[in-house]
Structure formats: structure tokens, C-alpha cells
């Protein structure tokens, strides 16, 4: 059965990964992932180490052109494989909805603080 989207769904499971991560910090801990899944041997995120890891971060349901699609997406050098400064670009690009999420999640962190230190 053919895809009924033809562009990459790996967007989707930004949400899992946040879940996974969770709220706190979870900008920096999108940049973080980068440590998950990197290739230790290289530095940077290829194809093989983003598929060998993927399942810690919730994406082990992603076919290979989906992880291929997610490479090529952030691949700004063209080296075939992802940097540190852009596996936290594409995260960033990718995750408007976490970002409002992380921002509300801040706002009630700081109220919450506020309140208890002030009542």
C-alpha cells in the first residue's frame, strides 16, 4: 500500500520523543539527542547510527526513507550525515508545536515558582 503522504512523517514523532524526554529544559534536551545518536566513532549522526539508535528516542517505527528523509532535511554541508549545529537546527525547525509546549510548560514553572515563593 502506497504512502498517502509523500513527504517524510518523521515530524510525527516529535511528540513521542518529547514524552521520552520530557518537558523540562526540552529544548536543550532535543540538542542533547545528539549524544543518543551519533556515531561515536565519527561525531556526527549518520544513517546507520540514527537507525541502530533510534529506538531511544521513540522513532524505531520510522521506515528507512523516513530516517533518510530526516538526514537530508537538516544535511545544510551536504556531507551525508548530521552535525551537532544541525540535528538542533532541524529539531528546532520541527518542533513548532514543542516549542509552544515548552514555553507553556515554562510560563507555569515560573507561576508555580512565584507562587510558592510569594504566598
Do not use: Y
Amino acid at each position: 500500500m502506497a504512502s498517502q503522504n509523500p513527504q517524510s512523517n518523521f515530524e510525527d514523532f516529535l511528540p513521542i520523543m518529547a514524552e521520552k524526554l520530557g518537558g523540562d529544559g526540552l529544548i536543550g534536551e532535543l540538542c542533547n539527542g545528539f549524544d543518543l545518536l551519533v556515531d561515536g566513532d565519527k561525531g556526527v549522526i549518520t544513517f546507520e547510527s540514527l537507525k541502530r539508535n533510534s529506538a531511544l528516542l521513540g522513532l524505531q517505527d520510522l521506515s528507512d526513507d523516513d530516517l533518510r528523509s530526516m538526514l537530508q532535511e537538516g544535511d545544510f554541508d551536504g556531507d551525508g550525515a548530521l552535525n551537532q549545529m544541525e540535528f538542533c537546527v532541524l529539531m528546532f525547525r520541527l518542533s513548532p508545536e514543542l516549542m509552544e509546549d515548552s514555553r507553556l510548560w515554562l510560563e507555569e514553572a515560573l507561576q508555580q515558582e512565584f507562587n510558592n515563593n510569594f504566598h
